[in-house]
């Protein structure tokens, strides 16, 4: 079993900053992806990014020229560093870890970030 503990998020106003962190304990060997989704009040969970154990990165809807998502050397904490925030950027943000076998996934319990405008 994969433990996620996730850290930051908060309240910020229109075009700041945040920083998101999670660090995974337990059994991270088999660990291959890490990442964060986010979920929005009446919206489905959706991609923010997500980055493999060789460092390839995917990003998903407009956050690809304002967030940044990197990964420690042990591969076992993943940040996302977060700019130019928007009000839609409003939700919260869920921490993620899949294995290698493409299957067995793990969640943080999820941190929120609001932001005004």
């Known amino acids: 079993q994969v433990q996620l503990v996730e850290s930051g998020g908060g309240l910020v106003q229109a075009g700041g900053s945040l920083i998101l962190s999670c660090s995974a304990t337990g059994n991270t060997f088999n660990i291959n992806r890490m990442g964060w989704y986010r979920q929005a009040p009446g919206k489905q969970r959706e991609l923010v990014a997500w980055?493999?154990?060789?460092?390839?990165?995917d990003y998903g809807g407009d956050v690809k020229d304002r967030f940044i998502i990197s990964r420690d050397g042990a591969k076992t904490s993943v940040s996302l560093q977060m700019g130019l925030l928007k009000p839609e950027d409003t939700a919260v943000y869920y921490c993620s870890a899949r294995e290698i076998d493409d299957t067995t996934n793990y969640w943080g319990q999820g941190t929120q970030v609001t932001v005004s405008s």
């Open positions: 980055i493999s154990r060789g460092g390839v990165i």
